[in-house]
């Protein structure tokens, strides 16, 4: 027995000596190999933009002509294809578990935070977008500059500025769900004859007729799932089943999701290597329109890179950067796809794991982020607007300004979150202040390169958005609770006192009194009799 103890504590001995300690620093190939597992898929995403460059420079030089281009583009078109697969079943069952796990104050406040600080910050962007249009004077000296000296196609636009809006309020309110998955309402016009003049030639009247566009009406959906969220929480518990349901539907997508995130750093590789490759005469194009892209991109660093993280420093407190950090896959993808609503599954999932942000905030406010929020947009339509109006030399009054501030709020929440989205609400913006739509077509040459800082700008106010709400709400529930304990507090000294009233009452209450002294005769009564 001695020799065996003997034996196993030699062996207790030599496997404490072969175990390292819990607390031994780890070595730098330990820690280079734990960071290089932790932000693998970031690091492959960003190397895909670098090879994509790289690839579609060396491709660029092979002249290859439009059917080959389009087979380079394949792998790329397969990741678009993808996340736009993915879009519908993610906006609606996360908005309709979101909506339906929040209880109806919680919703209606955070709603109410999430609309203003939308609004507030496309406001803040559209101003900036006209103040450094009129600073660096995009549209000066451009005046022979036009669509001919360029090669380009015109892009037509006779839409009025009421019939844009009165679009918005319809797709609000899809007439049939199912066609909303893949059309949006849109209108037209037609030339009806009125009546004839003095001289009996027939006089004809525009009129607005509804048409249907493809593309996903993606504004109706979000304010039906909502509302169907809502519905569900009043049922109780007859609705819980299918809150369940549409939970395990949503955690579904995001697994699906976690699975084309895997796709993306090649898919990225072939979709920006396409875009050098297809890419006219740069030079051409940068040289007439520097300014432009100049004001563009400056707009967007200034909006993304200090308004935007002051506005969440000013409301947590917190370091923004280190929350964007944990972004940069979201960031990429927004990059190489310029879509707001492609961007929407990894940026889902790269909030939730990577900053803490509570699931059914992120779920409940990036899809809508995602459909209303464009502040990359307004800057960029706002410099659009002034650079056309400089262009045709045509000097913009205090009530145009205004009119370009309003409009550009309101009509980037009906931009479509997809390429050149924000080309049609430009339109919207030059019809309201009575400038013509001609030169639309100098903007679409260089939109490909402005449209990807743009997705950016959209998708990192989304996100901060999300973790203001998330700080928001983390501060709520901590005051919820110190209420609670104090009430419970305050309840415990309530029955203290109360039984010590009782005590007290007890003791000089005639009546009992009167009682004990009964009770205490009873005793004395009974040993007389024994």
Known sequence: MEKKSEINGHAMAGSSERLPEKGAPKSVQEKLVGFLRRNLLVIMTVSGVVVGVGIGMGVRNMGLTKAQMTYFAFPGEMLLRMLKMIILPLVVCSLVSGAASLDTRSLGKLGGIAVAYFLVTTLIASGIGVTLAFIIKPGVGAGALNT??????RVSSNKETTDSFLDLARNLFPSNLVAAAFRSYATDYKMVASGN?????????????????????????????????????KLGEEGEELIRFFNAFNEATMVLVSWIMWYIPFGIVFLVGSKIVEMDDVVLLVTSLGKYIFASILGHIIHGGIVLPLIYFGFTRKNP?????????????AFATCSSSATLPSMIKCVEENNGVDKRISRFILPIGATVNMDGAAIFQCIAAVFIAQLNNTELNA???????????ASSVGAAGIPAGGIITIAIILEAIGLPTNELSLMLAVDWIVDRTTTV??????ALGAGILHHINQQEMKKQQRRELEKGG????????????????????????????ASEAVPEAIESVL
Do not use: W
Request: glycine share 8%; charged share 15%.
């Open 148 to 153: 001919n000296s360029l090669g380009l196609e």
């Open 197 to 233: 003049d003095s001289n009996g030639t027939t006089l004809y009247e525009k009129v607005p007729v509804g048409s249907e566009n493809d593309g996903m009406n993606i504004l109706g959906l979000v304010l039906f799932a909502m509302v169907f969220g809502v519905a569900l929480r």
């Open 321 to 333: 950067f280190s929350f964007l950090s944990g972004l940069i896959t979201p960031f990429t993808t």
């Open 399 to 409: 009530g145009q300004i205004f009119t370009i501030l309003v409009t550009a709020t």
């Open 457 to 462: 700008v959209n998708v990192e106010g989304d």
């Open 490 to 517: 305050e309840l415990s000294e309530v029955r203290v006192e109360t039984v010590a009233n009782i005590q007290a009452q007890e003791e000089t209450s005639p009546l009992v009194m009167h009682k004990t002294k």
